[in-house]
Structure formats: C-alpha cells, structure tokens
C-alpha cells in the first residue's frame, strides 16, 4: 500500500452503522487506515453518536428495520455547511438501486465490502 493511502481520507468524519458488530469493525478499520475519524455504531445507537459527519455509511437492513424516518433523522442531525450529510447504502448482493435511492442514500456498495471502493466512495462523497 501506497503512503498515500493512509492520509486519503484524513479530517474525514463518517458515522458507520450497522447491526453486525464483526462488519462494524471492519468498516471502520479500512477507513480509520486510511485517516478518516470513525464512529461506528448500531442503528438503536446512532441518533445519539456525537460525531458531526461528513459522509453516513449505512447498512440498509440495519437502516429499514430502524424506521422509514432514520436516515432522514440523522441526516438532518449531522446537516454539515448547510447541506445533507450524504449516505452510502451497504446492500446484500442483488438489491435494487430505485430501493436504495427511494430510502434516501446518494450510492450503494454490495456486501461484502471491498475496502478500495468504500475509500473511494466516502472520498468522493466527501468531496461534494
């Protein structure tokens, strides 16, 4: 790995959720490798979470079983230079994008994750 890498996300904030703790650890370790600050929490858990984001990085099961009105909830609690924290949906392989778009996520990445295009994906959101 490039040393590059490891400062490409520096001074990013992203709130990573999901219900499974094993995949919780490892998002936030691909992106805390690659300099982002992380709070990785459940969904029950992540209204609360004090960070103020950048980008929300969210299981879509974990989000659906949550409530229609979470992502908007914490997207409106983490309202970032006055513009929606944008939202990366983690889908099960063969999700249908009109479902990830209508639950309000800007882009989806299929599980299991690949750490190269959830960097890529947080850096480009970020960067909006």
């Given at each position: 790995m490039s040393g590059g890498r490891l400062a490409e996300l520096q001074g990013i904030h992203v709130l990573v959720i999901d219900?499974?703790?094993l995949a919780r650890h490892f998002l936030r370790s691909v992106?805390?490798?690659s300099g982002a600050i992380v709070t990785a929490a459940a969904a029950?858990?992540?209204?609360?979470?004090?960070?103020i984001?950048?980008?929300?990085?969210?299981?879509?099961?974990?989000a659906e079983m949550a409530g229609t009105e979470f992502l908007s909830q914490l997207q409106h609690l983490h309202v970032r230079l006055g513009r929606t924290v944008p939202a990366i949906a983690l889908v099960p392989i063969g999700a249908r994008s009109a479902r990830v778009r209508?639950?309000?996520f800007q882009m989806y990445l299929t599980k299991p994750v690949d750490g190269d295009e959830?960097?890529?994906?947080?850096?480009?959101l970020a960067r909006h």
């Amino acid at each position: 790995m490039s040393g590059g890498r490891l400062a490409e996300l520096q001074g990013i904030h992203v709130l990573v959720i999901d219900n499974d703790q094993l995949a919780r650890h490892f998002l936030r370790s691909v992106l805390e490798f690659s300099g982002a600050i992380v709070t990785a929490a459940a969904a029950a858990d992540a209204i609360r979470a004090a960070l103020i984001a950048d980008v929300i990085v969210c299981d879509l099961v974990s989000a659906e079983m949550a409530g229609t009105e979470f992502l908007s909830q914490l997207q409106h609690l983490h309202v970032r230079l006055g513009r929606t924290v944008p939202a990366i949906a983690l889908v099960p392989i063969g999700a249908r994008s009109a479902r990830v778009r209508a639950s309000g996520f800007q882009m989806y990445l299929t599980k299991p994750v690949d750490g190269d295009e959830l960097r890529a994906a947080v850096l480009e959101l970020a960067r909006h």
